[in-house]
């Protein structure tokens, strides 16, 4: 059965970094474009970056560009977003899904990331 556990999440003041990981399993990793997705309270989830299948090409939404950071490592089946600069904006649960245009997987339990001074 396919598994994401995202981890890393907790409470950081504003202007903090955080860095949120991934593991995956039960599927060939290095075949899949990874996405790391949020979802703040009465919101819709919503991408926040994305990186494909090699690590080649990288997307971000563009309330997080310049300050978070999408990596992955096909050995290790991880996938990591280093947020830098967090703002209360960015208070969500964190989930990350194999897939470019769309998410291919059941969703784990996201990781919780609240900006709070």
């Known amino acids: 059965q396919v598994q994401l556990v995202e981890s890393g999440g907790g409470l950081v003041q504003p202007g903090g970094p955080l860095r949120l990981s991934c593991a995956a399993s039960?599927?060939?990793?290095?075949?899949?474009?990874m996405s790391w997705y949020r979802q703040a309270p009465g919101k819709e989830r919503e991408l926040v970056a994305q990186i494909s299948s090699s690590g080649l090409n990288i997307n971000y939404a563009d309330s997080v560009k310049g300050r978070f950071i999408i990596s992955r490592n096909n050995v290790k089946n991880t996938v990591h977003l280093q947020m830098n600069s967090l703002k209360p904006e960015d208070t969500a649960v964190y989930y990350c899904?194999?897939?470019?245009?769309?998410?291919?997987?059941?969703w784990g339990q996201g990781t919780q990331v609240t900006v709070s001074s």
């Open positions: 899904n194999a897939g470019w245009a769309r998410a291919t997987m059941s």
């Open positions: 039960e599927f060939t990793f290095s075949d899949y474009a």
